[in-house]
């Protein structure tokens, strides 16, 4: 049997973020975020749940470094809850929550273990979205002024940093579709939040480069893969206007300075484009060390004139799907890495989540046997690294999640873990996958 084989020093890892696992909601002088307060609305969450308790990885986390360690990994994708930091979003820091995060990021070092940092995982002090939240431009200064204090309290702890997560997310899922916090609905908000998002973005690595220190920087954006649904010519038009609007609206700003034209147009003809000041856009163009990309699925693109703006319609497909009714269907993250190679110029490219949800059960022995999973991974990993063989310059890839945890708007009904935890115990236990994974690690590839 033949071995498929990573390149030297390829960074494995696995993600989390800190609403999704931390729990102490209300401990440690912590501040409320716009996700306690949209859990708090009966419908919002599907089975009612909250991240208030999560994993309780906030008194767990030796247990969790200790498995991480287990598990062989190299590199651990974290995020920092700004309102640990900043219970009322700027001001007074609370010193609690800076010590948290250092004693936690002190053990990984200890262990070995590089620690990957996201300053944003959706969880905006609540304090912010009373003045407007990311829709006002002032929440920039002040996710600068916390990014500032980060790099200054954790900086020699920290190995990446990660500006923000899926700002596609924040904005569209969070202002249009209402299905993340703050939970709007308007699309033209949704394109303000985008710009501001980015613009802190863009600050924030300039300010990075002002420390002086030596870790690399950059962004986590989440992309599909758009495929025409048929040849037609309306078909592949609307594709690539879905991929102007949802991948390259994030990623053209940063590499190009400017927003993709098709998607503009459109805006404009609807007249939902805000007026955006070009200096903005070069704020936006900083340098970053690597594009941080998560992805999960692919769609197909069919023209639909009653889907508003885009007049396009997309459907997630799949030889099979995972839970969360998506397909599975690793071309569609062959075709990503090697489309972003051309466009952004051979960017480094670190797949910051990939992962699966299944209905996992732990047997009568204690033992979690997700095979599902671990041929979910087999797949992606077997593209990823045709991807690298043709070219792409993939250097990490963090399976999301290292855990189960609150899934957002679906509660605690979703498992993405390699790790089963027990939500009434917290007890956690090592799925099939898990193992698995750690053998990949161990032998820097696996068996084809
Ligand atoms: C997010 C994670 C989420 C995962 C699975 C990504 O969009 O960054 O927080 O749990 O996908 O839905």
Not at 177 to 190: E, I, K, M, N, S
Request: proline content about 4%; overall charge negative; some cysteine.
């Amino acid at each position: 049997m033949s071995m498929i084989k990573f390149p030297d020093n390829f960074l494995w890892g696995a993600a989390t973020a800190s609403y999704q696992i931390e729990g102490a909601y209300n401990l440690g002088g912590r501040g409320e975020s716009i996700w306690d307060r949209y859990c708090r609305t009966p419908g919002n969450i599907e089975d009612g749940t909250s991240g208030d308790d999560g994993c309780d990885h906030y008194h767990h986390y030796e247990e969790d470094v200790k498995l991480m360690k287990e598990l062989g990994l190299k590199t651990y994708r974290l995020s920092i809850a700004w309102p640990r930091i900043f219970p009322e979003g700027f001001g007074k820091p609370n010193p609690d929550g800076i010590k948290f995060y250092k004693k936690l990021l002190t053990l990984l070092k200890k262990n070995g273990i590089q620690a990957a940092v996201t300053l944003y995982h959706w969880d905006l002090p609540q304090k912010l979205q009373e003045i407007g939240g990311w829709a006002n431009r002032k929440v920039v200064d002040y996710f600068v002024e916390y990014a500032n204090l980060m790099f200054q309290e954790l900086g020699d702890l920290v190995a990446y940093w990660i500006t923000l997560n899926e700002p596609y997310c924040t904005s569209f899922l969070g202002n249009w579709v209402g299905r993340h916090a703050p939970g709007y609905h308007d699309f033209g908000t949704a394109l303000l939040v985008a710009h501001h998002l980015l613009l802190a973005h863009g600050r924030t690595v300039k300010a990075f480069r002002a420390t002086g220190l030596r870790a690399a920087i950059g962004i986590t954006l989440n992309m599909n893969y758009n495929y025409p649904k048929t040849d037609s010519v309306e078909d592949r038009t609307k594709a690539e206007l879905c991929h102007a609007a949802w991948n390259r609206w994030f990623a053209d700003p940063i590499f190009k300075g400017c927003y993709p034209r098709e998607a503009v147009q459109c805006y404009q003809e609807k007249g939902i484009m805000p007026k955006f000041d070009s200096k903005d856009l070069a704020e936006m163009m900083q340098p970053i060390d690597f594009l941080g990309l998560n992805n999960y699925f692919s769609v197909q693109v069919s023209k639909d004139a009653n889907n508003w703006p885009l007049e396009a319609k997309e459907e997630n497909f799949g030889d099979d799907f995972t839970e969360m009714g998506w397909g599975i269907n690793p071309e569609g993250m062959y075709d990503l890495l090697m489309r972003l190679t051309e466009d952004y110029g051979g960017v480094k490219i670190y797949i910051t989540e990939n992962g699966a949800a299944f209905r996992d059960l732990m047997d009568h022995n204690g033992e979690v046997e997700d095979n599902n999973r671990i041929e979910f991974l087999y797949r992606y990993l077997s593209d990823v690294h045709r991807a690298i063989e043709d070219g792409a310059n993939v250097q990490a890839y963090y399976l999301w999640s290292l855990m189960d945890n609150f899934e957002w708007a679906l509660g605690y009904s979703k498992r993405f873990g390699i790790i089963y935890v027990d939500y009434e115990t917290k007890q956690r236990t090592i799925k099939k996958s898990g193992r698995w994974y750690a053998d990949v690690i161990k032998h820097n590839g696996f068996e084809k």
